[in-house]
């Protein structure tokens, strides 16, 4: 059974950092692509970033760039995003997802950013 | 960056009723168009993708179609677990976007 397991996520202040994790198991991990979706409070869904198998190719929403990064450890069947510089507005629950068509989804994490 | 311009943004509907939801897109993208179901607290999941590729597991009720940038979810008979919110997505190219979604909710 295909599982994506996410830890992570909490309450920060506006400015600081904070890492998500997504644990695969069920699949080959290194053979997909995998993305990060989010969804502020009462609204739709939002992509994030994505990263190519090998991890050599990586894309990221205009609205993250520069501040967020995604890696993966294949040999850990693990995806991450760092996320740095946080605002208010990045305040979601965040998603892992397998593939462009995304067919498998870890549960979510809510990011909360306040003072 | 392709915009994807998913209507209506909200329906009231009836058990057994037919329902469509349609989705344009700002630039041709072939068929790399999906839907997804998303209900309140739960991740999204993927009902259709390549626009008309039923999901193992999701009922024949379920349809889609179109190429290029007009697309279009069908329901053909709305039954009570259906009552959520929908959204389609291009995996053409990144940015990868999202519609609006579409709640369809009880009349």
Known sequence: EVQLVQSGGGLVQPGESLRLSCAASGFIFKTFEMNWVRQAPGKGLEWVSYISSRGDDIFYADSVKGRFTISRDNAKNSLYLQMNSLRAEDTAVYYCARGTSMAHWGQGNLVTVSS | ?107
Do not use: H, M
């Open chain 2, 1 to 107: 960056d392709i915009q994807t311009t998913q209507s209506p943004s909200s329906l009231s509907a009836s058990v057994g009723d037919r329902v469509t939801i349609t989705c344009q897109t700002s630039q041709n993208i072939n068929i790399y168009l999906n839907w997804y179901q998303q209900k309140p607290g739960k991740a999204p999941k993927l009902l259709i993708n390549a626009a008309s590729s039923l999901q193992s597991g999701v009922p024949s009720r379920f349809s889609g179609s179109g190429s290029g940038t007009d697309f279009t979810l069908t329901i053909t008979s709305l039954q009570p677990e259906d009552f959520a919110t929908y959204y389609c997505q291009q995996s053409y190219t990144t940015p990868l976007t999202f519609g609006g979604g579409t709640k369809v909710e009880i009349k």
